[in-house]
């Protein structure tokens, strides 16, 4: 089981109750990846949600080149894979994430914390607030990157 104050040090889950992260904690899992190991792809199946606990991840597009663009860099207590929490029918990534030097992650899977957020709609309310938020800041970032590109 994960401690709560792991969990606290995830930015997106710092605002919530002791009894909501330890519900959260029951459905955590943690994975460890290598310099330049793949989390996932763009295009594959969004089944997790990720939380960097300690290292960076790159996210990358592939689509205008060969070679993939590293378009934001997520550090330690920040989230990504955002498409797990997306209910359509093709639940898919939307980038490459690739760990940059040893990382480790908290992930949870799409289903079940949607279950989760069911049997406590206060708990979700606050969660999907905050990812909305963070994506609004993370696109507001890639408007500026789109700007000095081509403006």
Not at 51 to 62: F, P, Q, R, T, W
Not at 122 to 148: P, S, Y
Request: charged fraction near 30%; avoid cysteine.
């Amino acid at each position: 089981m994960v401690e709560l104050d792991d969990l606290k040090s995830i930015i997106l889950l710092s605002h919530l109750t002791d009894p909501m992260l330890e519900k959260l904690s029951d459905i955590t899992l943690m994975a460890e990846y290598s310099d330049g190991d793949y989390i996932f792809r763009d295009g594959d199946f969004a089944r997790y949600l990720y939380a960097i606990v300690d290292g960076k991840v790159g996210l990358e597009l592939e689509k205008t080149t060969n070679a993939p663009v590293m378009m934001d860099t997520i550090s330690r207590g920040r989230t990504f894979g955002f498409s797990a929490l997306v209910d359509t029918e093709q639940k898919k990534y939307t980038t490459n994430a690739r760990a940059i030097g040893d990382t480790r992650l908290f992930s949870w899977e799409g289903t079940e914390l949607e279950m989760l957020f069911y049997q406590d709609y206060e708990m979700g309310f606050l969660f999907m607030k905050r990812i909305a938020k963070i994506a609004k800041t993370r696109l507001q970032i890639r408007n500026v990157q789109f700007l000095d590109i081509y403006g």
